[in-house]
């Protein structure tokens, strides 16, 4: 039989594993996978996990030499730290400003979006998508 005190440390322990899956099954669609085969499921799993990883490298990167990310205020209280959705929409955002995504041609009539006004919609939708 264990000691209470091991019990907490284990729990204690799993605590980082357990939020690391209750954000991926809320903003990585976890568990939600609609395939035909087992096999597809066993391969998107560890994909996101790895989806995870990849955008929480990419905000920790931004964070160390860039200063501090930004993050969405809650209406209820104030986060002292960013969240996973804050790292999300700070790689979604970083994403979105890549020059590689422009796929109109040259003869595709265009509007100009002010700068600002982008950036606008960009912090309003990267934590919509």
């Known amino acids: 039989m264990a000691a209470p005190k091991d019990i907490l440390q284990w729990f204690r322990q799993r605590w980082p594993v357990e939020v690391t899956f ?10 939600t ?13 560890p ?3 790895a989806l995870f990883s990849l955008v929480t490298i ?10 501090s990310m930004p993050r969405l205020k ?14 999300l ?6 994403l979105w400003q890549l020059q590689t995504f422009q796929m ?3 003869d595709i009539d265009m509007l100009r979006v002010p700068r600002a006004l982008f950036n ?7 934590y919509a998508a």
């Open 58 to 67: 990419l905000a920790h990167q931004h964070d160390t030499c860039c200063g």
């Open 104 to 106: 109109s041609g040259p």
């Open 120 to 126: 606008t919609w960009s912090d309003l939708l990267c």
């Open 47 to 49: 994909a996101l996990l």
């Open 89 to 94: 929409a700070l790689v979604r955002q970083q």
């Open 22 to 31: 209750e954000e991926v099954r809320a903003h990585l669609g976890v568990e």
């Open 33 to 45: 996978q609609r395939q035909w085969s087992s096999k597809a499921i066993l391969r998107t799993t």
């Open 74 to 87: 809650a209406t209820r209280y104030e986060k002292s730290l960013p969240t996973f959705a804050d790292a």
